[in-house]
């Protein structure tokens, strides 16, 4: 497949994943007499859903940055590239649904061990999609495992977390939703494919 076009799709399909987001925050209906202290107050009780959506904002954004960091240096694109790449963009399109459960139901565990389930496949996509990468040498030639290395160390170590994190879920879902924001901190520092694109 031609390499633009590959990116362009999944470009489109992630933008259309974190443009969803927004769409799990309601303002439903007002309970009792409407008037500017009920709308405010109603309008306050929607902070776990907000703050869920700037975490799945962040997370989207950041899956975003590491695909775009990894396929600039890859070079040949194959079938089966395609279809792992198509397996994580379908769990990407599912996060705002996640997102809009934890949003809505932040203290209960089911909502954290979905949206724990949904990155953990996430990662588990990405770290896939990275190994057939690195196994079918599809990387160009100047590109060496000095800056692959630390690319598969970190993607690892996200999806470890990630799965430790919905682990915790069914025990301590605010301790679960404490690791979720771990990862994106430890994300926003460049490594491997992602330094160069640091300055």
Known sequence: MNKSRFEAFS????AFAITLLILGISLGAIAG?????????HLLSLWPNLLAY????????LMWQ?????FRLVDRI??????LNLALLCVVVFIPFATSTLGSYPTLRPAELLYGLTLTASA???????MHLVNSKAFAAGVT??????TIVAFRIGWITYAIATLVALVWPIASFALYLLIIGYF??????????AT
């Open 11 to 14: 470009d489109g399909v992630f």
């Open 33 to 41: 007499p409407l008037n500017e202290a009920a709308l405010t107050q």
């Open 54 to 61: 700037l975490m799945s904002f962040a997370v989207i954004g």
């Open 66 to 70: 590491n695909h775009h960091a990894l």
């Open 78 to 83: 194959d079938r089966r590239t395609v279809f």
């Open 124 to 130: 588990t996509a990405y770290n896939g999609l990275l």
């Open 145 to 150: 495992g000095q800056t692959i290395r630390p």
């Open 188 to 197: 926003l520092v460049p490594r491997g494919a992602d330094t160069d694109l």
